[in-house]
């Protein structure tokens, strides 16, 4: 594994950490807090410097299953943000998130997963 991909892989972790804080925090209270929003936009920044190491260190381009797999993650941990953070913007920090976006947060986290746990077991199978 070169620096790049490297340097990507250690930054991804963060990014699950701070996913993990804040759609944990979100699922348990179903309020979207500080905290949600806090670490649900640092981990999209962390995923995306992230995507970008991993895709210069790629030796196989950056079209690969796991790479569509990973944008995908990436695009659905995007769009979760952007509605986590309209949501709250229009609503008073006391509203409990509704059921159908506090089922896309858990879905969009669950697919972000199974994108992390795909790429630490290529590099493990490696």
């Given at each position: ?86 949501f709250?913007?229009?609503n008073?920090?006391?509203?409990m ?30």
């Amino acid at each position: 594994m070169n620096i790049f991909s490297k340097i990507g892989a250690t930054i991804v972790i963060f990014a699950l950490a701070s996913y993990s804080v804040a759609i944990i925090t979100e699922q348990k209270k179903r309020l979207v807090t500080r905290v949600v929003l806090r670490f649900l936009l640092t981990g999209v920044i962390l995923d995306v410097i992230a995507t970008t190491f991993m895709i210069i260190g790629s030796s196989h381009g950056p079209f690969t299953l796991h790479g569509l797999l990973g944008y995908s993650s990436l695009t659905g941990m995007l769009i979760d943000t952007f509605l986590i953070r309209r949501f709250s913007r229009r609503n008073s920090p006391e509203t409990m998130v509704p059921k159908p976006l506090h089922v896309y947060s858990l879905c969009a986290y669950l697919w972000w997963n199974a994108a992390f746990i795909t790429g630490l077991l290529l590099v493990v199978l490696r």
